[in-house]
């Protein structure tokens, strides 16, 4: 099978600044990331990192090397992390099979050579969102359940950003070379991440939103913390975020999002903070 694959380009704050709305959807905006039985996959020279969607409705789905990479096989230098945002589905890695329930994660280490996906129910199917970066050597898979998360509360319902962190493929749940991947839900009434806001220069990060009502939307924030920008998402849509941009949003209702990380350290908490009454 023929993955449906699109390359991103690295973008300075000098050019990003200078961009139209529909350019900087063009440039950062994912928006349609999972079609019926088919692998769709975003390769951005952002520390080389993969964002993708897989879809089993009908049949299982094989995840195969793409040209961009010029190997043997998709994993041979890298890992992956998979989330389950939908039912019931699995997850073959090289013959063992993996059960991710709604909201269950799975990491798989480099050198594996054979990932297949499958839903339990086509009329019910598993909805995969998968990221993946380049990794310097071999750590073993390991599902992550919503009882094996680290979670972290911040925020308070006075400043509208109250929001339960859950921690899936971090160097302190699981072995890992340079992703990570989490899940951030926002409280009733809350409606804004990852505010106060920050820049990471040494890592770059995707934002996957779910959850989001289909009459509802996001507006994602971006760009310098002097020169910001916003591009308004839907359910399902993900926004790649460069190494010197902020990285917020606030949405019409309450929502969730998947961020997934990629760069020089494992440090979380490795951020340079932005004074709020400071953006631009």
């Known amino acids: 099978m023929k993955h449906n694959i699109e390359t991103r380009y690295a973008a300075s704050p000098r050019e990003v600044k200078q961009m139209d709305t529909q350019q900087l959807r063009e440039e950062f905006l994912i928006e349609d990331l999972f079609t019926e039985d ?6 951005s020279h952002y520390d080389r990192y993969i964002t993708g969607g897989v879809l089993p409705v009908n049949k299982a789905i094989i995840l195969e090397t793409i040209d961009q990479l010029k190997s043997s096989y998709f994993l041979e230098r890298r890992e992956l992390g998979v989330i389950n945002v939908g039912e019931a589905g699995t997850v073959s890695v090289d013959g063992k099979v993996y059960e991710l ?14 990932i297949i996906f499958s839903s339990n129910s086509s009329s019910n199917p598993a909805i995969f969102y998968i990221n993946s970066t380049p990794a310097h050597k071999e750590y073993p898979t390991k599902k992550i359940g919503l009882d094996d998360v680290e979670v972290v509360e911040l925020g308070t319902a006075e400043t509208c950003n109250a929001r339960t962190i859950r921690k ?6 699981v072995d890992v070379c340079q992703l990570q991947m989490g899940m951030t839900t926002l409280k009733s009434g809350s409606v804004w991440n990852t505010m106060p806001a920050h820049v990471h220069d040494r890592r770059m990060e995707v934002y996957f939103y779910l959850d989001v009502p289909q009459d509802q939307a996001v507006s994602h924030f971006m760009g310098e913390p002097t020169e910001t920008r916003h591009v308004w998402m839907a359910n399902h849509q993900a926004i790649i975020s460069p190494p010197w941009s902020i990285h917020s949003g606030a949405g019409t209702s309450s929502y969730t999002f998947i961020w997934g990380m990629a760069g020089e350290n494992l440090d979380y908490g490795d951020m340079d903070m932005c004074a709020i009454n400071e953006l631009r």
């Open 101 to 114: 329930g709604h909201k269950e994660a799975l990491y798989v280490g480099r050198g594996n050579k054979e």
């Open 168 to 173: 899936y493929i971090v160097n302190s749940v």
């Open 38 to 43: 088919q692998v769709k996959l975003v390769y």
